[in-house]
């Protein structure tokens, strides 16, 4: 049977993953579950993010979803709480994290910048990603709860508010001698046109959905599950129908999102 393979997001924003993974595996059975109530997660504590996740392994469980790969398709979520997470289930679990190494080698300047959520930003996580891999580099720390929700709008009405993403990029000021900006925060490829307008294509905007992808693909074949990582150019007409979940009402595709709740896992422990 193809795998079932679930990608987890606070919002939207987990779908620019999502569609490099389908190229990857067009095969696979996806699932694509938004905690959207608890959106944005750039405002949390770690440890509501921790309660969510925990409440999203349970609900896999109560529902017997059989997922093969867990994909946190989310770098707040997977900075703030993909090792708890590993010690709570033998599912595999794939983290989205900012993609600081391949951002440090590609610069010429030698000044990169991580555009992401305030948790992503300040988590010890990504501190640890900087002194591992951007030791050669500066890197200039921006962080926006506003790029989120214009990223959400943008999905909906599929047009970019290019007004208010300047606002918010020339309040960020980001440093004139970056030439890479990491997109760390999976909601910001939706706004990547819109991106690429304002810095007149002068920066490379890097995030990290192929690597994403082939690592879906080699933990699939580890578990001896079938599995190519030749990208499929022609995948789009084989892509099988995709399940969505969601923790408030939403709209894909004009469609309304099943509505799920989810267990916090801390409460029960009180009861
Ligand atoms: N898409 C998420 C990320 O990659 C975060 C959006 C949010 O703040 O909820 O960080």
Do not use: W
């Amino acid at each position: 049977m193809s795998p079932h393979i679930m990608v987890f997001d606070s919002g939207i924003g987990g779908t620019t993953v999502l569609k490099h993974i389908q190229q990857y595996i067009p095969d696979g059975r996806y699932s694509y579950f938004m905690d959207n109530a608890y959106l944005p997660y750039g405002k949390l504590s770690q440890q509501t993010i921790i309660q969510r996740l925990s409440g999203l392994l349970i609900f896999i469980e109560t529902q017997q979803l059989h997922v093969d790969v867990l994909v946190i398709a989310c770098n707040t979520a997977s900075t703030s709480a993909l090792s708890a997470l590993r010690e709570l289930t033998t599912i595999p679990i794939v983290g989205v994290v900012p993609a600081i190494k391949p951002a440090a080698l590609l610069s010429k300047s030698q000044h990169i910048a991580l555009l992401a959520t305030p948790a992503t930003v300040q988590s010890s996580y990504t501190q640890q990603l900087i002194s591992q891999h951007g030791q050669a580099v500066t890197v200039h720390l921006y962080a926006s709860v506003e790029l989120v929700t214009l990223a959400e709008q943008t999905y909906q009405s599929k047009k970019i508010i290019q007004d208010k993403l300047v606002a918010e990029l020339d309040s960020l000021a980001i440093d004139n001698r970056v030439d890479v900006i990491v997109l760390g925060c999976t909601h910001f490829p939706i706004l990547a046109k819109g991106l690429n307008e304002y810095f007149n294509s002068t920066v490379l905007l890097l995030d990290s959905g192929v690597a994403i992808a082939k690592r879906v693909c080699a933990i699939l074949k580890e578990h001896n599950i079938d599995c190519s990582d030749e990208l499929d150019a022609n995948c789009t007409g084989k892509k099988k129908p995709l399940r969505y979940y969601a923790t408030a009402s939403i709209y894909v595709d004009k469609q309304p999102v099943e509505l799920v709740t989810l267990i916090d896992p801390t409460q029960n422990e009180k009861s």
